[in-house]
């Protein structure tokens, strides 16, 4: 009897646990709401620009220390404020793969580390290597 009642009771752990560990990603800030930052190319956003998207397009690296802490800010930005992520698309787009591509050099996209905000084809700001949250807040907002 013991082994059984042991048995019955390891199953049900396993499986609470395997519950709570599925359902953890819907508690998430970032879960909150569906437009978490998302890696696209040049002609994705294109589409989005020509649909009358609000966005802010990142030109990042991986190995870039300044996309790092831009991306930190904007993690946090959204984490407290989700509407941000409704409202506006958050393009991230890779500077070694596009950094010359014709929609990068048409912008005169500087290096990565740039953050542009559209709305729709239309710029409406941008920042080069900054990493205030208060100003790629205020971009965010625009």
């Known amino acids: 009897m013991t082994l ?3 048995l019955s009771l390891t199953r049900r752990t ?3 646990l395997g519950l709570a560990m599925a359902t953890l990603p819907l508690l998430s800030p970032m879960a909150a ?22 966005l802010l397009v990142v030109f990042r690296a991986d190995w ?4 790092a802490a ?14 941000l992520g409704e409202a506006v698309t958050i393009a991230l787009i890779d ?3 596009y950094g010359n591509d014709p929609f990068t050099t048409g912008l005169n996209i500087p290096r990565r ?3 542009v905000r559209f709305n729709g084809t239309v ?9 205030s949250r208060a100003q790629i807040e205020a971009l965010l907002r625009s």
Do not use: K, N, Y
Not at 36 to 50: E, G, I, N, R
Not at 64 to 67: K, L
Not at 123 to 131: D, F, S, Y
């Open 64 to 67: 870039c220390s300044t996309c």
């Open 123 to 131: 710029e409406i700001g941008r920042l080069v290597a900054q990493t």
């Open 70 to 83: 831009q991306e930190r800010a904007i993690t946090a930005i959204l984490s407290d404020d989700p509407t």
């Open 14 to 16: 396993a499986f609470a």
């Open 4 to 6: 059984s009642l042991t």
């Open 113 to 115: 580390s740039t953050l």
């Open 33 to 54: 709401h569906a437009a978490a930052p998302t890696q696209m190319t040049p002609a994705q956003v294109q589409d989005l620009q020509a649909a009358g998207q609000p």
């Open 95 to 97: 500077w070694d793969e």
